[in-house]
Nanobody, 125 residues
Framework: VQLQASGGGLVHPGGSLRLSCAAS????????VAWFRQAPGKEREFVGG????????FLVDSVKGRFTISRDNAKNTMYLQMNSLRPEDTAVYYC???????????????????WGQGTQVTVSS
């Protein structure tokens, strides 16, 4: 299984970015997939994702109203659209995949089986 995250960059506060996570070796719609982020000196943090049992994505409260998660099943790719970016959104963003994770463990990094390499997002003026 390979996950390729891309789309990061430097953006001013209030700006937007769209991250992509392209998967190979597994079908996204049949698995649970998620976005995490890790800022310097901090633990890896769940941002949002899909559990394999449903089509409605989860999002943490700190990004609701600003971030949206979607999937393109034909391209086997997941997206994270980030709007109204803030300096505190600065982090390396990772995508993750699991075929067996349970809902109550979605926010636990160690419960995920496969990880992409990460893409840096920097929000700064």
């Amino acid at each position: 299984v390979q996950l390729q995250a891309s789309g990061g960059g430097l953006v001013h506060p209030g700006g937007s970015l769209r991250l992509s996570c392209a998967a190979s070796g597994r079908t996204l719609r049949a698995n649970s997939v998620a976005w995490f982020r890790q800022a310097p000196g901090k633990e890896r943090e769940f941002v949002g994702g899909f559990h394999r049992s449903g089509s409605t994505p989860f999002l943490v409260d700190s990004v609701k109203g600003r971030f949206t998660i979607s999937r393109d099943n034909a391209k086997n790719t997941m997206y994270l659209q980030m709007n109204s970016l803030r300096p505190e959104d600065t982090a390396v963003y990772y995508c993750a995949l699991s075929s067996s994770i349970i809902r109550s463990e979605l926010e636990v990094p160690s419960s995920w089986s496969y990880w992409g390499q990460g893409t840096q997002v920097t929000v700064s003026s």
